[in-house]
């Protein structure tokens, strides 16, 4: 069955240093989201993105964050300054074509702790 | 705005108990409706999900809910819990194709032998 990969699974980085996240969606899916989860809360949307373009971000998405799509299988995240509250779970996720599409398939997510 | 709310934080169960999980919605249309699973440092599995048709979904693992709109609810209900069931349980609601998927803040789920 396909699935969502993310590399790397646990990423630790000093505060102010640049890291980028990275994904593979599934194949055939055309829109990309990112998500967050800080230790103990609730999941929360970062931003959506298709056809190159953001679709969609929240107030968390800032100018410190930006998604690059840099070749037809990878989706990047990127977070220019690192905080110490940018330490979260990072969820990649990706769905079909259309508004058909029912669901949202979700990656392992990539643990970022910012030291 | 779409919002979900999840009122039990902390549930315990004996094992082989029934088990029932609280979620409501607030979205202005027809709702996607989602449960995902979450064991401790993992990611999410998608459990079952609602968009149309019948009101009562079933789900893998043996978990079913049911979607009543006129309560805004979509309860996670499974007839004889196991003790691997247990893990965090998230509702989401979206509207489906690209749009964003809002999640509840989760229901932590213990089970007792």
């Known amino acids: 069955e396909p699935e969502v990969t993310q590399t790397p699974s646990h990423q630790v980085t000093q505060m102010g240093q640049e890291v980028i996240l990275r994904c593979v969606p599934i194949?055939?899916?055309?829109?990309f989201y990112w998500y967050r989860q800080i230790l103990g809360q609730k999941v929360e949307f970062l931003v959506s993105?298709?056809?190159?373009?953001?679709?969609?971000k929240s107030e968390i998405f800032d100018d410190q964050f930006s998604v690059e799509r840099p070749d037809g299988s990878n989706f990047t995240l990127k977070i220019r300054s690192t905080k110490l509250e940018d330490s979260a779970m990072y969820f990649c996720?990706?769905?079909?074509?259309?508004?058909?599409?029912?669901?949202?398939?979700f990656g392992p997510g990539t643990r970022l702790t910012v030291l | 705005a779409q919002s979900v709310t999840q009122p039990d934080i902390h549930i315990t169960v004996s094992e082989g108990a029934s088990l029932e999980l609280r979620c409501n919605y607030s979205?202005?249309?027809?709702?996607?409706l989602f449960w995902y699973v979450q064991s401790p440092g993992q990611g999410l599995q998608l459990l079952l999900k609602?968009?149309?048709?019948?009101?009562l979904v079933q789900g893998i693992k043996g978990f079913e809910a049911e979607f009543k709109r006129s309560q805004s609810s979509f309860n996670l209900r499974k007839p004889s819990v196991h003790w691997s069931d247990a893990a965090e349980y998230f509702c989401?609601?979206?509207?489906?194709?690209?749009?964003?998927?809002?999640f509840g803040t989760g229901t932590k789920l213990q089970v007792i032998p």
């Open positions: 996720a990706s769905s079909g074509a259309g508004r058909t599409s029912t669901e949202q398939f």
């Open positions: 993105f298709y056809n190159n373009e953001i679709s969609e």
């Open positions: 989401a609601v979206g509207s489906g194709g690209y749009q964003k998927v809002t």
């Open positions: 194949s055939n899916h055309l829109y």
């Open positions: 979205y202005g249309a027809t709702p996607y």
């Open positions: 609602y968009f149309s048709g019948d009101t």
